[in-house]
């Protein structure tokens, strides 16, 4: 980003100075005026000077600032894709036969399941057996006239002008806009004639094709077609249901996607009456990936923070190095927000108590093999280390547990029987520990606090208002006999959306940090070049003084030379007479 364009109230100063154009050098009693003026502009210049250093620190830490801002918020939108468990998970789908392929999308689970496909979904197909067209240029259709078919038990008309040719005829029906993704028509060639096919465009036992009227083709009715294809939904069975024989489940499509949760099937052909077998598993492979991305870009902006705040060992880089260092405390308060994330607990996350299994598994990145770099001298010291081994047991311990310390968003949860959880409104509740009391007197909740705050009331239930950093925590009371009861509510956010949030936060055009501090630097750049300007024509009017000056007491001591030279010179003949 270039100084020039951050403010249109810089000034632009051209110098008028007459400096040059009088040599003092050798004349008067010897001095030298010009020697003199430079010493003082010289000595005069140390606040331009000043503020040209200021302003090459500024227009420095604009560049440096904004890269960083650039990077925050590309970390902040890799990171929001992330950020919730159903997008962090990974799956792998394993089938025992080559009759099914399997996709698990966003919301699946671990899981595994027998299915038996007993018919695929097909389409209806009719084809003019018994009549040949010897050519695409014959005429089929010799005066106006129009035909009539059915798709779905909808009656659909199409014109045909006199003279209309076989292979017209075909293109008619697929380019007519009341055809489209309903009927497709073609000529198949047996190698002798060609053979008018009709197809319906959907599979399923609904979609039947009906020659209603073929009247208006010569030579050709309804009866020279052959209904080579009927259509028909797919037959299933999962996990041995429906248990009859003849008993199916019947689906219109041969892509299935209401049979297992979030896993969308394609039936390819038809298994024996054993089926296959489908096994969704979470794929740790390509979460280990995710972690390692994670800890990559995270090392990255932790690598820009600590080079712009100085905390990066430059001893052994050569002298003429042009690391950058950014003076001030904001970035380090930056700095030391990233460091805390990342070494504590995630929010509304509690240590695991083994004696009473309760808590998070994990609950830190420490706990599955994240750990920062404490040897001093080290090239990734200050920076994240992950240890591939441990985070590979953590994911083969629990893998859900892992996504959820990156991954939870809003996930909610109560010590008491009390309470349970309705809903939380992700963006608007934050996330950590809360403590909830609630009173009931004859049977109703009469009051209910959140951390102190008095909760909205609607029967049972209590909605946490925006006075309270739980905002849309919907509660519901269990106890309707009266006294006062109580509940720690927790609701959580995982690693990578606490880093999203504060990377937003920090790069908010209107409040964030970083680009506050940059529009500082941008205004104090404004400001210091018309210092510079002022100063410059400070120097040129002081310049344009002394040069008029030391030019007048040239002139003088010239004079007061001339005057001497003439009374030495009257002297000297005085005394000769």
């Not at 302003?55 to 440096?64: C, E, F, P, R």
């Not at 990171?79 to 919301?107: C, P, R």
């Not at 030579?219 to 797919?234: H, K, L, M």
């Not at 199916?248 to 298994?271: H, K, P």
Request: overall charge negative; aromatic content about 8%.
């Amino acid at each position: 980003m270039s100084i020039s364009s951050l403010s249109s109230n810089v000034l632009s100063y051209s110098s008028v100075s007459t400096s040059g154009s009088t040599n003092f050098s050798g004349l008067g009693n010897g001095t030298d005026f010009d020697e003199i003026r430079e010493a003082t502009i010289t000595a005069e210049s140390y606040k331009k000077q000043e503020y040209e250093e200021s302003l090459t620190y500024s227009k420095n830490a604009v560049d440096v600032l904004t890269t960083l801002d650039e990077e925050l918020v590309t970390l902040s939108g890799t990171l929001q894709k992330m950020d919730e468990v159903s997008e962090f998970y990974s799956y792998t789908g394993n089938i025992s036969g080559d009759e099914v392929s399997a996709v698990a999308e966003d919301g699946a689970k671990p899981c595994s399941h027998n299915l038996v496909v007993g018919q695929l979904a097909k389409t209806d197909r009719w084809v003019a057996e018994d009549y040949d067209i010897a050519s695409k240029d014959t005429e089929i259709c010799s005066a106006d006239s129009s035909i009539t078919l059915s798709y779905a038990g909808e009656d659909i008309t199409l014109n045909i002008p006199s003279g209309t040719t076989a292979e017209e005829f075909v293109d008619l029906i697929n380019n007519s806009s009341e055809f489209t993704d309903k009927i497709e028509a073609s000529l198949i060639y047996d190698g002798s004639n060609y053979h008018l096919s009709l197809t319906g465009n959907d599979t399923g036992s609904d979609n039947v094709l009906g020659l209603t009227d073929l009247s208006a083709l010569d030579s050709i009715s309804a009866s020279d077609f052959t209904n080579t294809q009927t259509a028909q939904n797919a037959k299933l069975k999962i996990d041995g249901y429906p248990s009859e024989t003849d008993s199916w489940l019947e689906r219109s499509s041969n892509t299935v996607d209401d049979l297992i949760d979030n896993v969308t099937l394609t039936l390819s052909s038809t298994t024996d009456s054993d089926g296959v077998e489908i096994a969704i598993s979470y794929d740790t492979d390509s979460m280990v990936e995710k972690v390692a991305s994670f800890v990559s870009e995270v090392n990255q902006i932790i690598y820009d923070l600590q080079s712009v705040t100085g905390r990066l060992d430059t001893s052994d880089d050569d002298e003429d190095s042009d690391t950058f260092t950014l003076k001030g405390g904001s970035l380090d308060l930056i700095y030391n927000r990233f460091k805390s994330i990342l070494s504590s607990l995630g929010e509304g996350f509690t240590r695991y108590d083994s004696g009473t299994e309760t808590g998070d598994l994990y609950s830190s990145l420490s706990m599955i093999g994240i750990s920062t770099d404490s040897t001093e001298g080290s090239s990734s010291f200050g920076q994240l280390v992950l240890d591939y081994d441990e985070l590979e047991e953590a994911l083969s311990k629990s893998p859900e547990s892992v996504a959820r310390l990156f991954a939870a968003s809003g996930e909610s949860t109560s010590d008491s029987s009390s309470i349970s959880i309705l809903s939380s409104i992700s963006g608007l509740t934050s996330a950590g520990e809360y403590d909830v009391e609630y009173e009931v007197s004859g049977g109703q909740i009469t009051s209910a606090t959140i951390n102190g705050v008095a909760m909205k009331l609607d029967g049972n239930t209590m909605l946490a208002q925006r006075n309270s950093d739980a905002n849309g925590l919907y509660l519901k009371g269990t106890e309707t006999t009266d006294g006062i009861y109580s509940a720690t509510v927790l609701v959580k956010q995982g690693k990578i959306g606490e880093i999203a949030d504060y990377c937003s936060k920090i790069t908010d055009v209107s409040t964030g940090s970083v680009p506050l501090l940059i529009s500082s630097y941008e205004d104090s750049c404004t400001k210091l070049e018309n210092e510079i300007y002022d100063e410059a024509a400070r120097l040129d009017s002081l310049d344009s003084y002394l040069t008029t000056k030391y030019a007048k007491l040239d002139a003088l001591l010239q004079k007061y030379s001339n005057l001497s030279t003439q009374l030495t010179t009257t002297l000297d003949t005085s005394s000769s007479d």
